[in-house]
Structure formats: C-alpha cells, structure tokens
C-alpha cells in the first residue's frame, strides 16, 4: 500500500511542477504566437481584399 | 461548509467574464473564410496551440469528474490522469496519427473518411460523431451549475439562468469569430484556469494536510485507495480501456483533432502534444488530490460529486474565492465554446455539406457553421436541465464518447497504415464500436467492458469487413475540403 502511496505522490510532484512551469512559459511565449498569428491572418484578410 | 463567497467575489467574476467576451469578439474581424472559422487559418505556433489544447480540455466538468474520483478511490484514481498524460506524450514523441492527419489539411475528423473511404461513410461516421459528442456534451451544464451553485450558495434554480447566460455568451463570440475567437480567449483561459488549479491545489494540500488525506484514505478506502489493481472500479480492464480510449481521444476527438489541424505544421502539432502531455499529468492529479482532500476534510458520506466544491467553499476566502470561480468560468467557457464550434462543424460540414448536391461557398458554409452552432446550444440547454446520469459522470463521458471514438481511431489507423482497408470495413468497425458503447445504456455493462469491448468489435469489424471485401483501395489520401 505504502508502495503506491510513495509512487503516486511522486508523480504528483512532478505533474504539478510540469503544469506550474509549462504554464508560465506558455503564457510568455504564448503572446509572440498570438502576435504572429494576429499578423498573417491580417495579411491573409488584406490580401482578399485587394 | 458555509460559503464566504461576497460581493467582491462577484466583482472579480464580473471584470473576467467581461474581458473574455471583449477579446472574443475581437476576434470576429479576422474571419474570412471557412478554414479561418474552423482552423483559424491554420496558423496556431506551439505555444498558443498549447494554451488552447490545454483550456479546451481542462474545463469545471473536468475538475468536478476527477475530484468525484478522487474523492470516491483516492490516490488509485491518479491512474486515469497518468495515463491520459503518458499517451499524450506518446503521441507527440512519436507523431503517431496526429503528423498524418495535420498533413492532410483536414478541417474535421469524418472528412479523413471521404478521402480514404467513401463519402456515404463520412456522412455516417459524422452523424455517430455528432451524436456521441453533443450527448457527451449535453451534461456540461448540469455539472457546471452544481459546482457554481455549491461555490457561490446561489439555489440551483437560479444557477440555471446564469448558466443559460454563459452559454449565450459563448455562443456570441463563438458564432462570430469561430476558432480565431476561440484561440484569443482560450489564451485568457488558460491563464486564468493555471492560477485558479494551482491556487486550489496548494490551499487544499495546506488545510486538509498531507498525513491526515493519507489515514483518510487508509481508513475509508483501504488498498483500493492506493492500487487500481485492487479497486473494483479499476483492474487490468480499465487500464487497458483507458489506453485505447486516449490514444483515441488525443487523435481523433474533435475538438482536439481541431488543434491539431490547426497547427502551422505537422512537427508543430507533435510539439504541442508533446508540451500539453506534462500539462494533461497535472489536469487529472491536481483535481484528484482536491477530491482526497474533501474526503480528510467532509468525511466518507458526502455526494461524490458535491464533496469538493463543498469542501472549497468552506475553506476559501472571500476574495481568493472570487479568482478561482473566476479561473473555474475560464475552464467552462473555454470548454463549452470548443465543443460548440467542433459539434457544430460536424453537422454543417460532414452532415450537411456532403448531402448538398450543390456545394456552397466559403462564406455560405461558415453561415451553415453559424446556424448549426445554434441548434447545438438550444439541444445541450434542455437535455442539461432534464438528464439525469446514470452513474460516475467520469464514466457517462467515457461511454457516450466511445460511442464513436472506438470506430473512428480503428478506422483512421486501418486507413492510415493499412492498406487492405475498405469502406466496408470502415462501415463494420463503426458500427461495431457503436453498438458496444451503446450497450452500456441499455444494458447496464460495466463501463471498462463496455468500453474495451466497443474498441475489440470495431476491430474485429474492420479486419472482417476489409477481407470480405474486395474493392480497390485508394491509397493516396487527399484534401477534400473546400477552403
């Protein structure tokens, strides 16, 4: 039983230290790719237009 | 547990719930066509394809079925997030599915089968799509409401107008700007639902404290607490089923097979999966941990699925409260917009569209898009107010997905790497995998035999069928779509 506790926990740890990081990282970089994509679509839009 | 939710509380909601709206409706003037609308022109980097992955799937619906887990199996429930993460992972060392269905430039799941089978079988597969998916959605609401009513300590009727006006609202962005507003307030929404799940972990760990959640579950539950293998809801079946059923969820749910079409390659599609696998880790065992904490906290003989925002009710602050109601809308609104825009896509796209011997323009199916995303709120509003689940919700969303995700990730493998494959097998693996599924309404079959026995016939269905048949098969698969 103490096994699985021990495993478990374990796992915890690093799922939550993995979604604590990746989810700052993604905020950060994730509004470059927000810009990028704002900017082709722009682009894309004034295209068809023209 | 009283609630300390106040008018602060509600202030914080109010500011986020606004904010989301205005960024949505932003994103209404970028849609120019139908690969806009739906696949937001394909021009999703990794990041944000990860941020929109993420908010798709980590919806109040999510925490609430994980937390009712947890609460009811303790730390043996945590198999379910490991390997719903792991597969991810998997999926995007290896590419396995999702690097050749992105390559396709596909828009929706059932049109793979147009291009590789027939399309009389895109449009059944697309009816089996849209049926699973909207029943599946259609108890979203109920769920959600019970968390907000439970949080807030507003009455359950009163609970259903706010949520018929979440919906409406999501339903306003959605239907204007399509995946571009999707993926702006997606990113919001993931913010918010990070800080609000990490907010409610660490608050749950700190008062229900990490020994007495160990002897509360050694007391209550027993080795069932602690091995799936001696839980009679888990053993080798479940395990297995879970494989299989997130192998498929991961390549072919709709709404996240949309992120992945969406991508601006395949490799960046493997990268998003590979990313959002560690954050799918934390999705399922973050939520559990809050459902063992309810159980140290409230005791054994709670509602399973009421225990955790009863629990956070009592032990959250005013003011903490409001921002992780506020991060809780984020994870419904994010949800419920996704799966409107990706049911709606199947009926306008593979129902419709197919059965039109006139195809129409750009502008006129992103109309149809618009019309179709209607009808399916006006559906999941009245079968969230009268259904009642028939047991763990966890398990109804497993079920009522398999319904069609046995089939379909049967037939997408047979189609992809496969080639004796025919359209009559791809016809006998998706009724196999549906009649399986469907069984478990009818007949009262365990959830993981239900589910591992849907995934057995419509394997069994597609190697039947493919050699009983001999069709030429087309071995190059093309893009059908109409951009």
């Not at chain 2, 993420?54 to 199996?73: D, P, Q, S, V």
């Not at chain 2, 002897?215 to 080795?223: I, P």
């Not at chain 2, 297995?240 to 599609?269: D, G, K, N, Y």
Request: aromatic share 12%; charged share 10%.
């Amino acid at each position: 039983m103490d096994y699985w506790y021990y495993f478990w926990m374990a796992n915890f740890v690093v799922a939550g230290s993995a979604f604590a990081v990746i989810a700052v990282i993604v905020l950060v970089r994730g509004i470059g790719d927000l810009r990028q994509m704002f900017s082709r679509l722009g682009e894309e839009s004034h295209r068809r237009q023209s | 547990m009283t609630t300390h939710f106040t008018g602060l509380d509600w202030g914080i909601v109010a500011v986020y719930v606004g904010a989301t709206i205005a960024a949505g409706l932003y994103g209404r003037k970028f849609v120019g066509g139908i690969s806009d609308f739906l696949v937001a022109g394909r021009e999703l980097g990794t990041f944000i394809g990860i941020a929109t992955l993420a908010a798709t799937e980590i919806g109040t619906i999510t925490f609430m079925y994980y937390a009712e887990l947890g609460y009811k199996t303790g730390y043996a429930s945590f198999v379910n997030g490991l390997i719903a993460g792991l597969v991810m992972i998997f999926i995007g060392r290896t590419g396995f599915i999702v690097k050749q269905m992105r390559a396709l430039n596909l828009m929706t799941v059932p049109e793979f089968f147009e291009a590789k089978f027939s399309r009389k079988l895109r449009v059944l597969t697309g009816i089996l799509v849209a049926v699973g998916g909207i029943l599946n959605m259609g108890v979203f609401l109920k769920v959600e409401g019970t968390f907000l009513a439970i949080i807030s300590g507003i009455s359950l009727d009163h609970i259903k107008a706010v949520m018929t006006g979440i919906l409406l609202l999501e339903l306003v962005y959605t239907v204007l700007g399509g995946m571009v507003s999707i993926v702006i307030t997606d990113f919001i929404q993931f913010v918010a639902l990070s800080l609000g799940t990490i907010l409610i972990t660490l608050w749950s760990l700190q008062t229900a404290g990490v020994h007495a959640m160990y002897e509360s579950v050694r007391t209550n539950l027993g080795a069932g607490g602690f091995s799936p293998l001696a839980n009679t809801e888990y053993g080798w079946a479940f395990i297995i089923f879970q494989v299989l059923l997130w192998l498929a969820i991961h390549t072919c749910w709709q709404t996240t097979a949309m992120r992945t079409f969406s991508t601006r390659s395949p490799e960046v599609s493997k990268r998003v999966f590979s990313w959002a696998g560690f954050i799918f880790l934390g999705r399922g065992m973050m939520p559990m941990i809050w459902g063992i904490a309810a159980l140290a906290l409230l005791g054994p003989n709670q509602n399973s699925l009421e225990a955790m925002p009863r629990m956070l009710a009592g032990i959250l602050p005013s003011g903490i409260l409001g921002l992780v109601v506020a991060g809780m809308l984020a994870a419904t609104m994010s949800v419920n917009s996704s799966y409107l825009l990706a049911w709606s896509s199947i009926i306008s796209q593979d129902i419709m569209l197919p059965l039109r011997r006139k195809p129409l323009s750009s502008r006129q199916q992103v109309l149809l898009n618009r019309a179709a995303n209607v009808f399916v709120s006006i559906f999941v509003l009245f079968w969230g107010l009268w259904y009642t689940l028939p047991g763990p919700t966890y398990f109804y969303l497993n079920i009522t997905g398999s319904i069609y995700l046995s089939g379909t990730l049967i037939a997408v493998i047979a189609g992809l790497f496969w080639k004796r494959a025919t359209t009559l097998g791809g016809y006998c693996a998706m009724a196999g995998g549906a009649i399986a599924s469907i069984g478990f309404f009818f007949f009262k079959v365990p959830a993981s035999y239900a589910g591992l026995g849907s995934f057995a016939m419509a394997a069994a269905g597609m190697v039947l069928g493919s050699l009983a048949s001999k069709e030429p098969v087309t071995t190059a698969v093309v893009n059908v779509t109409t951009t």
